[in-house]
């Protein structure tokens, strides 16, 4: 066993299933995935420590627990399609590109997106599809999507993601303000967007979205 997967799987017994992740598709996803790769060279013996890590402009990749959680609130099935806003690093792309067949993300900063698509290239992931933009407004010609899962903090729910959602899907995104925030999981019930169901996940602390649906700069 390598080094980093002895790392990925004190990870996943100490901050993962010790804190209730369950879902064991998630935590194979999470002991797959070589999340050293996608923090900067400098931070790398940081790589699985229990907390979220800079990655450049101003930005994080999040703690591991966190990606547990939205990526088991998002209740995937391999056919699902599902959107993230706010790529990032990659690495919540690249666990969910482990679980499902399609995986599309979003990302504003366009020297992100790109660094995140050189590790998938490096890792043969092929199933994601990174645009550069402000993902308030989704991804219309991809949409509907299964489930989407916003990985930057908003002031209230986007409506163009509840829009973009099938009847039956799921939208994951920490809602508050600029410091703090509660992660919300809304279900859609119906063909109206206003039939939603909404539960709490717990509080957490994320960068602001910033476009349409944000704040500004
Ligand atoms: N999911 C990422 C990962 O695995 O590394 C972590 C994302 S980081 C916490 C939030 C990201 O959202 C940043 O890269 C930021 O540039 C991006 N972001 C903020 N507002 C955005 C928007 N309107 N559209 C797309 N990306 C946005």
Redesign the pocket.
């Known amino acids: 066993m390598d080094r980093y997967r002895k790392q990925r799987a004190r990870m996943i017994e100490t901050q993962l299933m010790a804190r209730g992740i369950t879902d064991a598709g998630v935590l194979k996803a999470m002991e797959n995935v070589p999340r050293h790769l ?1 923090v900067d060279e400098g931070l790398i013996d940081q790589a699985y420590s229990d907390n ?1 890590l800079p ?1 450049g ?1 101003k ?4 703690q591991p627990y966190i ?1 547990a959680l939205m990526t088991q609130g998002l209740e995937l099935n391999r056919k699902d399609r599902v959107l ?12 969910l590109a482990q679980l499902v067949d399609r995986v599309f ?5 366009a020297a ?1 997106a790109s660094r ?1 698509r050189k590790i998938f290239d490096q890792l043969n992931y092929y199933n994601v599809a990174i645009r550069v ?4 407004y989704g991804w219309k010609e991809e949409a509907p999507f299964d489930a989407i ?4 903090a908003a002031p209230g729910v986007p409506k163009y993601l509840i829009e973009q959602l099938v009847v039956g899907g799921r939208l994951i995104v920490p809602v508050g303000g600029r410091d703090v925030q509660t992660l919300y999981k809304w279900t859609r019930l119906s063909e109206n967007i206003n039939d939603i169901k909404k539960e709490d996940l717990g509080g957490c602390r ?9 704040w500004k700069e």
């Open positions: 996608f979220p990655i402009e930005q994080t990749i999040s990606v993230e806003i706010g790529t990032g690093s990659g690495y919540q792309a690249a666990i993300s979003i990302e504003r900063i992100l995140a933009g402000d993902g308030s899962i916003t990985t930057a994320f960068v602001s979205l910033i476009g349409e649906s944000g």
